[in-house]
């Protein structure tokens, strides 16, 4: 006998048929990030995204991701060579990228002069890495900056930093919180709940700071994750999102009908409503949705 | 009555997790868990039992608790090498209807060369019993700080399958891509051949780790396991049905495993 997974269309949560999905949290690479198979891996995300029924993939270029400047910190040119590249691919698919600028804060001229010309070119927000702690003032004038573009700041996360880490100097969600507060017209979307660290931490960390709005991405699938996250916080503050590994995205999409926790009109918040209203439904394409 | 989409979960658990809440672990609800995701039967061993000094005592729960679900759900238990009795234990199991049993070598500090995890997989094979070890049950970077075994190397997979004779049959759980090939392709093709993997933690798009790895070495490699309680049985099915279809037999199935490894 031949044990047969059949591979068939998403029959859930992932399925087409439930509306608009937007990937908050995704990346693409580009020629000069030191991958031969850079181009394999980005239509490996199409291609799982149109089997997902991902709307719109909310992207962003980190740098060279290490080849000539570090991932999390990044240098002013990789920073400009990855902005430009992943305009490139939004200009190659403006149906379904739309495009985070990344910046430095360490380099505050040059990440302001990105920002703006990536409001110019069509962006939707900005990503900020692990450069500079979380509540650090260096990252102030760019948050100033997003609160006059009306840009939600994806913000890279640790669940609960214990410790410092090598290549990369890590924020939690209570240095996150922290910056949220000094700047409350700003919505940031804390990354990837999933994606390392401790993540019941964060829940609390974040709980009373209502601009921060979590992704769901990250590889972690933890069974009472997703519980957790809806009873902290609720589905109105909650991004369906995959970064690095987009079965686990949807593998906690399919889960959300599970939890006993979600009407559908949650879980149509979280595949796509929280973040129009985060992003700007016209920004998405979305408008005609709403 | 339509056959399930998996015959077998290799690697269920019931049972308390000491480091942190995991929502209804009991065998009712992974019941439910199995016929919502089509999953015929599972091999189910004790989550506390991990963390205990002896697990004899968790063995006999566990097959108590599992005896009226024998049907469906088969014990695995833990068994010990390194305490007196390990026959015993073995004998017990076989009579309790156990396909596999578990051991957890980093959780009792026996290196990847100790003679008695040879001994343990050696009588294992005699007696027609799966091997099933587990690399990790949290992610590092969350870990409570009084839980601090290391992940099981590939030298402890590669030591046990050059060890074992053609009827060993080894479950790993939780491996990524690298220790995958690490092992896999640190052992004789007889050797490989004794050896299978879950695909719980392994990386589907758009790295496409499971896609590189059923092409690699081969999907009868791998079996259908998803660690419940602890992590969501979605996602080893979503990385399935995300997979390209490049991989995919002309039927669009994927050929699993599974029946070999029973």
Redesign the interface.
Same mark, same amino acid.
Not at chain 1, 244 to 248: N, Q, R, V
């Given at each position: 006998?031949?044990?047969?997974?059949? #591979? /068939?269309?998403?029959k859930t949560s992932?399925d087409t048929t439930n509306g608009p999905l937007v990937d908050a949290h995704a990346h693409f690479l580009h020629a000069a990030c030191g991958r031969s198979d850079w181009e394999a891996?980005?239509a490996?995300?199409f291609?799982?995204g149109d089997?997902?029924g991902v709307t719109v993939h909310v992207a962003s270029v980190l740098g060279s991701y290490g080849h000539t400047s570090p991932t999390y910190f990044p240098s002013p040119a990789d920073v400009t060579a990855g902005n430009d590249a992943m305009r490139a691919i939004c200009a190659a698919e403006p149906k379904r990228v739309r495009m985070l600028v990344t910046v430095n804060p360490n380099h505050t001229a040059h990440a302001l002069a990105e920002i703006a010309k990536g409001a110019a070119s069509g962006a939707v927000g900005i990503k900020l890495l692990a450069s500079r702690r979380a509540d650090d003032p260096l990252l102030d004038p760019i948050c100033e900056a997003a609160s006059a573009q009306r840009f939600p700041i994806l913000h890279h996360i640790?669940?609960?930093r214990t410790r410092e880490w090598p290549n990369q100097e890590i924020s939690d969600g209570a240095d996150l919180a922290r910056l949220a507060v000094r700047h409350p017209t700003v919505t940031f979307i804390l990354a990837h709940i999933g994606g #390392? #660290?401790?993540?019941?931490h964060t829940f609390h960390a974040i709980r009373e700071v209502p601009n921060i709005v979590p992704d769901f991405s990250g590889?972690?699938?933890?069974?009472?994750m997703m519980?957790n996250a809806i009873r902290a916080l609720g589905a109105s503050r909650l991004l369906f999102g995959t970064d690095? /590994?987009?079965? /686990?995205g949807?593998?906690?999409l399919?889960?959300l009908e /599970?939890t006993g926790l979600c009407t559908p009109a949650d879980i149509e918040a979280m595949r796509w409503r929280n973040a129009a209203r985060v992003f700007g439904a016209a920004r998405l394409g979305l408008a005609e949705a709403i | 009555m339509t056959a399930p989409r998996f015959a077998l979960d290799a690697s269920a658990w019931i049972g308390t997790y000491p480091f942190r809440h995991v929502p209804h672990p009991d065998p009712d609800a992974l019941l439910r868990v199995m016929d919502r995701e089509s999953i015929g039967c599972a091999w189910v061993g004790s989550l506390g039992a991990v963390f205990h000094r002896d697990p004899t005592d968790a063995n006999a729960d566990l097959y108590r608790t599992l005896a009226p679900l024998a049907e469906r759900l088969r014990p695995a238990p833990i068994i010990r090498p390194d305490f007196p009795g390990m026959n015993r234990e073995l004998g017990f199991a076989c009579d309790a209807g156990a396909e596999s049993i578990r051991a957890c070598p980093e959780q009792w500090g026996l290196g990847s060369s100790h003679p008695a995890m040879t001994e343990l997989a050696l009588a294992c094979a005699e007696r027609g019993l799966a091997l099933h070890l587990t690399v990790r049950y949290e992610d590092l970077r969350q870990r409570h700080r009084l839980d601090t075994a290391a992940d099981l190397p590939a030298a402890t997979v590669r030591a046990l399958a050059r060890a074992g004779g053609d009827a060993l049959r080894l479950v790993v759980s939780a491996a990524g891509r690298d220790m995958i090939e690490e092992t896999h392709w640190g052992l004789t093709p007889a050797e490989q051949r004794r050896v299978y993997w879950d695909f719980t933690w392994v990386w589907g798009p758009p790295e496409d780790h499971l896609a590189h790895l059923f092409r690699s070495i081969g999907s009868e490699r791998f079996v259908f396991g998803s660690q419940w309680p602890l992590r969501l049985v979605q996602a080893p099915i979503a990385n399935l049905d995300l997979l390209p279809d490049s991989v995919r037999e002309p039927s669009g199935g994927i050929r699993l495993g599974n029946p070999a490894v029973r």
């Open positions: 006998m031949t044990a047969k997974a059949r #591979g /068939t269309t998403p992932g891996v980005n490996a995300r291609r799982a089997r997902m640790w669940q609960h #390392g #660290g401790d993540y019941q590889s972690g699938v933890d069974r009472g519980d690095l /590994t987009m079965c /686990t949807l593998a906690k399919r889960a /599970t | -």
